[in-house]
């Protein structure tokens, strides 16, 4: 395995424990591998997700729509909202509680009470106890060994890099979820709505897909200046992150444990662009 020099830097950090994985996928010869290109860090310290739950669970959503268990369309939280609202933060509900905020599909409101609402749904469609769906659809089948939900599906999942490695890699070459669902799952759903990017202030237009939150044209954010529009992922306020640029056909997952501030704001972006510099000309020319 080839190292990626960027990642000694999060050696400064002002965190105790931080590790880093970034995930290339191959066009040829072997195209569809995923490969590590570089890592730092504990495998299999036990890391809170926070937010980047969202990602495991939208996933689990996702798979309970390809099973026939529930539809996007379906209603779900508030009246005329469906589960494509609430995947994409797009069905009015406030952060917390039951309140509603504006009408579904006209402004874009990040909610933990909607992803709480999607696993309310699942279970019910299933018979299910969402933490256990979750662990059928998703950490069984990628091998995420030390995955676990307590409490909210918004925020609640505690895994290790070992296991964001594996969901990662599935995120790059998807096998849980056909290519059509996983299209739309990265393309911005109820396009234009703006929106309060949590840590980053209003942004006109807030993209998201369903489940994920996508780039666009978002400044600042918490991604690199270099990253694609179309990077799709997710942070959270445990101090973690997690992307997929489909451009550069890489992911990067960094998971540390202290919560997010402004030194975060001050060292990922240039992570992010640090590695998108040094691991692409992997990707073009692995042999190099």
């Not at 026939?68 to 009015?92: K, W, Y």
């Not at 676990?148 to 490695?165: I, K, Q």
């Amino acid at each position: 395995m080839r190292g990626v020099d960027a990642l000694v830097q999060v050696s400064q950090w002002p965190v105790r424990t931080v590790a880093v994985t970034v995930l290339g996928l191959d066009d040829a010869p072997d195209a569809g591998t995923v490969r590590e290109l570089g890592r730092t860090g504990p495998d299999d310290h036990p890391f809170r997700l926070a937010s980047v739950s969202k990602l495991l669970s939208a996933y689990a959503v996702l798979i309970a729509v390809e099973e026939g268990a529930i539809g996007l369309a379906d209603p779900a939280g508030p009246e005329s909202s469906t589960v494509a609202h609430l995947l994409a933060h797009a069905s009015g509900l406030a952060f917390e509680g039951d309140k509603v905020l504006a009408a579904p599909g006209t402004r874009r409101i990040y909610s933990n009470a909607g992803f709480d609402r999607l696993a309310e749904v699942v279970t019910r469609a299933t018979g299910i106890a969402f933490a256990d769906y979750l662990a059928e659809a998703v950490f069984e089948p990628l091998g995420m060994r030390r995955a676990s939900l307590t409490g909210s599906a918004a925020a609640g999942v505690t895994a290790t890099l070992a296991d964001l490695r594996s969901f990662a890699a599935e995120l790059l070459a998807p096998t849980l979820l056909s290519a059509a669902t996983s299209a739309a799952a990265t393309s911005v759903a109820f396009p234009g709505l703006a929106g309060v990017l949590p840590g980053f202030g209003r942004q006109d237009p807030n993209d998201w897909g369903l489940g994920y939150e996508i780039r666009g044209s978002k400044n600042p954010h918490w991604t690199g200046r270099t990253n694609a529009p179309t990077t799709f992922g997710h942070f959270g306020q445990a101090g973690t992150f997690l992307w997929v640029d489909p451009v550069a056909r890489l992911a990067c997952v960094t998971l540390c444990d202290r919560d997010f501030g402004d030194w975060a704001r001050r060292v990922w972006p240039p992570l992010s662009d640090d590695v998108l510099a040094q691991a692409r000309p992997q990707m073009v020319n692995p042999s190099a």
